[in-house]
Every structure is written in C-alpha cells, then in structure tokens.
C-alpha cells in the first residue's frame, strides 16, 4: 500500500496552497501535531486509530465552507484514500469526521440528529476537533516568523491572517458583538470585524473541548486571548 500519509500530505499541500495564510500547510501541520498530542494521552492512549486521526487533521479544511468559491474542484477524501490502497471502512471515516469538523457545523448540532451518539462517542472525532480549535485560539497566527516562538500565539494572528485577507475591519468601536448566534446566524452574518470575532467565536471554544487535555491546553490559551482583548480596551480608551 502506498505510504497514505505522505501520499494524502503531499495531496493536501496542493490542495491548501490556493488560501490565505490563516489557513494554510502550516496550520494544517499544527492541528496534525495537535491532534497526535492528544491521542498519546492517557485519556485516549491505545483506544484510537492514529492512522485515522492523522489523515483526518490533515484533510480537515478540504471543503471549508469559508473558502466555497474554491471548491469546484475539491477531492473527495473518501474515494482518495481508497484510490490509494486505504481500507474503505476507515476510509469511511476519515470522510465522516472532516465532514464533522467546523464551529458552524457544531452549532447547528442537536440531539435528535441520527448521529449524535457517535459524535459523543468517536475519540478520534474528538481529537481531531480539540487540535483545531486549539489553533484557533491562543495568540499565535500564521506568521512564519513567529514559528519559534510560544505556541500562544496562533489563534490572535490567523484571526488577523483571515480577516485581511476578506477585508474585514480589524475594529470598529461603534459595532458591538453579536453574542450566543445560531448556526444560521453565524453563516449568513455580514459586516462583523475582527474583534468582535473573539466575543462571538473564540471565546466560545474553550467550553466545547471534549478531551481532557484540550480542555486544560484550551482554558490556557483562552486567558492569554482574554488578556489580549482587554489591552485592545484599555488602549481604546485612550483614543475614544
């Protein structure tokens, strides 16, 4: 069989070289390390597949509804690790848990959905959804000379990262957050900025880990962000 990480790798390379730097090979290879880190825990340690949690970090962003103009001609996951010798029922769910990563998605979850115990129950899901939302959060961004440093960094400046990149304000003082959105609302919402993305988002996702470390590595992270937030604030007084 191929060497279906380096050979799935070299696919999402391409793949993700068409977006901006918040979402790019060196955020996917964060959440891959991510995502390994949590799985050699205690709390998941020998009850996970790590060959599905690798290929799942590394294909999480192929079909991100953020980037829908790009995706006419996105691979099909499932049909790709076939195609290159993967087993179909792990293949199977590799595609399920990409399908199953994303903020949004999450929000619009519920009970009564058929797979709503699976998602409750799947650790690789779990570990896989813990690594990315820690990258979104912390202070860390895309910026490569900022690699070295403390892992802190990576949520504040792909928020920046992303929002240049879209042309959404850094702040405007007079728009206040929409806190606690639906799903509908978060995906039809205009005219928000940068700032108010921590309110309405990353401030959120340090309550939504489902692993025992990412929890610890989240509620870290996440006061590291809230300090940020509140230097904004007291800079802004100043000035307004």
Same mark, same amino acid.
């Given at each position: 069989?191929?060497?279906?990480?380096?050979?799935?790798? &070299?696919?999402?390379?391409?793949?993700?070289?068409?977006?901006?730097?918040?979402?790019?090979?060196?955020?996917?290879?964060?959440?891959?390390?991510?995502?390994?880190?949590?799985?050699?825990?205690?709390?998941?340690?020998?009850?996970?597949?790590?060959?599905?949690?690798?290929l799942?970090?590394?294909?999480?962003?192929?079909?991100?509804?953020?980037y829908?103009?790009?995706?006419?001609?996105?691979e099909?996951?499932?049909?790709?690790?076939?195609?290159?010798?993967?087993?179909?029922?792990?293949?199977?769910?590799?595609?399920?848990?990409?399908?199953?990563?994303?903020? &949004?998605?999450?929000?619009?979850?519920?009970?009564?959905?058929?797979?709503?115990?699976w998602?409750?129950?799947?650790?690789?899901?779990?570990a896989?959804?813990?690594?990315?939302?820690?990258?979104?959060?912390?202070?860390?961004?895309?910026?490569?000379?900022f690699?070295?440093?403390s892992?802190?960094?990576?949520g504040?400046?792909?928020?920046?990262?992303?929002?240049?990149?879209?042309?959404?304000?850094?702040?405007?003082?007079?728009?206040?957050?929409?806190?606690?959105?639906?799903?509908?609302?978060?995906?039809?919402?205009?005219?928000?900025?940068?700032?108010?993305?921590?309110?309405?988002?990353?401030?959120?996702?340090? &309550?939504?880990?489902?692993?025992?470390?990412?929890?610890?590595?989240?509620?870290?992270?996440?006061?590291?962000?809230?300090?940020?937030?509140?230097?904004?604030?007291?800079?802004?007084k100043?000035?307004?």
């Open positions: 069989m191929t060497d279906i990480i380096e050979v799935t790798r &070299s696919m999402v390379a391409n793949y993700m070289s068409q977006f901006d730097p918040s979402h790019d090979m060196h955020h996917i290879d964060r959440v891959y390390r991510l995502a390994l880190h949590l799985a050699e825990q205690d709390a998941l340690k020998d009850r996970v597949d790590l060959t599905v949690i690798q799942a970090a590394l294909c999480h962003d192929i079909g991100d509804r953020k829908i103009s790009h995706q006419e001609q996105k099909n996951i499932e049909q790709f690790l076939i195609r290159h010798g993967y087993d179909e029922t792990k293949a199977r769910l590799v595609q399920k848990i990409v399908d199953n990563i994303g903020y &949004s998605k999450e929000l619009g979850w519920n009970k009564e959905d058929p797979d709503a115990d998602r409750d129950t799947c650790l690789e899901l779990h896989v959804q813990d690594a990315d939302k820690l990258d979104a959060i912390g202070a860390f961004g895309n910026v490569y000379f690699f070295v440093i892992g802190q960094l990576w504040i400046m792909r928020c920046a990262a992303y929002s240049g990149a879209k042309d959404i304000p850094i702040h405007v003082p007079q728009l206040d957050p929409i806190l606690h959105m639906t799903q509908k609302e978060y995906t039809n919402q205009k005219g928000g900025t940068a700032i108010n993305h921590f309110h309405e988002k990353l401030f959120r996702l340090s &309550s939504m880990m489902r692993t025992p470390t990412g929890k610890q590595l989240a509620k870290k992270r996440d006061q590291f962000m809230h300090a940020f937030i509140r230097q904004i604030e007291d800079e802004e100043v000035i307004y």
